[in-house]
């Protein structure tokens, strides 16, 4: 049973900002329906193109699974009106549409509180809902760029980099879900909701408050390259596992303190590189980086990045292979931590997903996502009371329901029903 | 009045992982108590040095507002005992020491629970508490290394480069206090508290579940450079806005769909490019990146970073100049959102922090991060009802209390004291 066992989700999500909270909140036992357009949430077409027999794609599957999926033609006026009359019976409604669209579909705060005031309505636009830029269009990788996430990535010398990691997304996901959770509590006590606002790019400044401190608010902090801070700490080239040159043969080592670079020395059985005198101390070791870089270079290039860490990891250095997205499938410790789950798809079959991080009772066993359409009837039939003959009518006006739902038997195609 | 209200946090957390956690709960308005040490979290010794009035350092501030310090000597008889007396009056305990500590200072969480059932007692670990590499120290680069942000983050035929943002410390934290609060939601229904465990790599790998998604599980994903995905998608270089070239003189524009190219020639003013056979569609813009490439890039380095930006986003183009972190002080947007917000602190004086992305009622006023020391008598005399003349008593006797303590008036010293 999970810890938010009991509260319900009104689901108008789509991509990844949006369905990384909604994720986190089915995972925590939320009851997520969620809320799709007949053409369905369009990250369902991101990705691998669709085979003949309609196959679910890896990243619609990654953000959606433990959901109920139904389908609402939001733009006929029985569909909107379905809507409405679910609003009394849930807790949260959450949306991350593009600028204007929740406004013009009417299903502002103002109207939908009225409906039910322990509502928690929650917003997530790239650059919020006020100010110059409330307007634009945005996406992970823009609120990444206006977050600064680019100017401290890469080399010193050359352009700045996107960070791979979709921080933008998931991050602004994260914040909100505990947005939601906070203000959940609230109502609990309460009774009451509230509107809640992310903007992207001020969800990702919450990872920008470490770098180059001496600067903060009167200079840029600038991009290190493989270097990351003072002395030693950097990513150093190691031996080829296989027979070619891998782009990932990278390991990286922690050493900021006198104490780590003991250990570094110790591990490396070099203990005369501690004695020296150009390393004594941090300053030193700062002045002579380049040296160093090259003294501990060439004793990683004689190992492979498995070895170093191998090595390193329990003399208590700070320090880790570079792991490719490969390795977090093969890795012994996260085969061991069963950080890889399995679960059974309708369609799909055995389909491999990343476990939550969160490990506590409250955590509901994952689930597979649901197929397009897959609990309308389901849903409407429990929330509105609404009878085969009543759906079957919504269904032929094209209220509900959507013409490219998957054909296959619906006993087995919502969520957690196989 | 903060969402959180009434929920007690006992926050053993340090640096930036664990601190993050309790910064939000703090935020959202949970009493947080940051029990530290004699010397105090490591983290206030983090960047510039200290100065002889003894400021207080941006890092610290960054993860500590609306806390308050208390110092208990754990490794005392008298100070231990005092934090367990302290245990029934919490809801939550959190701590991020690394592997070991605390099975050292004996604060398990049998004992804690078997003295306050409804306890929540979160861990954060860089590796988790079981698998092979449990017991390797950890910071946030480790974490992100061993997740696999390097591997993704980068140009194609060069190094591995770590992404600036600290997303594994402070993207832990964010899980971290979304299953604190959902474990809250669970206490107030059945009373009873659970432990949480998040490992840092594994938080981490929330934000590599989008990339290259083709070769999930089959594949490593690869790193693209300044490209970003298919067609035009891209940095740009622009035209320095200043006297000298400024390392963040870039754009960033994405152009996936037909409609977006289309939207981007008509606001670059060149409707004839949107007619180019080459360009027609997805594909060709992909065979012939490089040429659409620079025929934007002749585009942008005719304009300041600034000037795009304001051309392309009216224009429905998802575009972001590159911000510097010294931009989010100052764009206009962010200006206007009033992101940065100013609190007077009782040693430094006005001080610039971010403010809480989360915007809602539930959030409480920031206020300046706490004193060391500064609460430990108004903590232990309203827990555990301790008059003067025995906290003097344990001061003396080094259970309780700094050395280190600043040397100010204590009434102004504390969280929103000023």
Redesign the interface.
């Known amino acids: 049973m999970g810890?938010?066992?009991?509260?319900r989700v009104l689901d108008m999500t789509q991509y990844?900002a949006g369905t990384?909270c909604t994720q986190?909140l089915a995972w925590?036992?939320a009851d997520v329906v969620k809320v799709e357009p007949p053409t369905g949430d369009p990250g369902r077409g991101v990705?691998?193109a669709l085979t003949e027999d309609n196959n679910e794609?890896?990243?619609f599957m990654?953000?959606n699974s433990n959901k109920r999926s139904i389908v609402l033609n939001l733009k006929s006026e029985e569909g909107r009106q379905a809507l409405l009359d679910m609003v009394p019976h849930y807790d949260v409604f959450v949306e991350n549409y593009g600028p204007g669209a929740i406004e013009k579909l009417g299903l502002e705060y103002d109207l939908l509180s009225s409906i039910n005031p322990k509502l928690i309505y929650a917003r997530i636009k790239g650059?919020?809902l006020?100010?110059?830029?409330a307007?634009?269009?945005?996406?992970?990788?823009?609120?990444q760029?206006?977050?600064?996430?680019?100017?401290?990535?890469?080399?010193?010398d050359?352009?700045?980099?996107?960070?791979?990691?979709?921080?933008g997304?998931?991050?602004?996901g994260?914040?909100?879900?505990?947005?939601i959770?906070?203000?959940?509590?609230?109502q609990?006590?309460t009774g009451k909701g509230?509107?809640?606002?992310?903007?992207m790019?001020?969800?990702?400044?919450?990872?920008?408050?470490?770098?180059?401190?001496?600067?903060?608010?009167?200079?840029?902090?600038?991009?290190?390259?493989?270097h990351?801070g003072s002395g030693a700490?950097a990513?150093y080239?190691c031996k080829p596992e296989g027979p070619q040159e891998?782009?990932?043969d990278?390991?990286?080592i922690?050493c900021v303190t006198s104490q780590m670079f003991d250990s570094l020395c110790a591990a490396m059985d070099r203990p005369e590189m501690a004695l020296d005198e150009r390393y004594s101390d941090p300053m030193g070791r700062v002045e002579h980086r380049d040296a160093l870089y090259e003294e501990i270079a060439t004793w990683t290039r004689a190992r492979t990045k498995r070895e170093v860490m191998a090595t390193l990891?329990?003399a208590?250095?700070?320090?880790?292979?570079?792991?490719?997205?490969?390795?977090?499938?093969t890795d012994?410790?996260?085969v061991?931590?069963e950080?890889?789950q399995t679960v059974q798809h309708p369609i799909n079959g055995e389909v491999?997903l990343?476990?939550n991080?969160?490990?506590?009772?409250?955590v509901v066993p994952l689930q597979h996502s649901p197929l397009l359409d897959a609990s309308t009837d389901e849903v409407l039939a429990a929330d509105l009371g609404l009878d085969e003959q009543r759906l079957e009518e919504l269904r032929t006006s094209g209220a509900i329901g959507s013409p490219y739902a998957p054909k296959i038997d619906k006993a087995t195609s919502a969520a957690g029903g196989d």
Chains 1, 2 share one sequence.
């Open positions: 810890s938010l066992e009991g509260m990844e990384s986190l925590l036992g990705g691998r794609r890896q990243y990654n953000y650059f919020g006020t100010g110059p830029y307007d634009y269009n945005c996406y992970d990788w823009v609120a760029a206006a977050a600064g996430t680019f100017s401290v990535t890469g080399e010193p050359r352009p700045p980099m996107h960070p791979g990691p979709t921080i997304d998931s991050g602004t994260m914040q909100t879900a505990l947005a959770t906070a203000a959940y509590v609230e609990m006590r509230q509107q809640i606002e992310l903007s790019q001020e969800a990702v400044t919450m990872f920008m408050r470490t770098l180059d401190l001496q600067k903060w608010g009167t200079e840029p902090a600038a991009r290190t390259g493989i990351h700490t990513t080239p891998d782009p990932n990278w390991v990286f922690m990891g329990p208590g250095v700070p320090c880790s292979y570079v792991f490719s997205s490969l390795d977090l499938f012994p410790h996260l061991e931590r950080f890889i491999k990343m476990r991080p969160i490990r506590m009772n409250g």
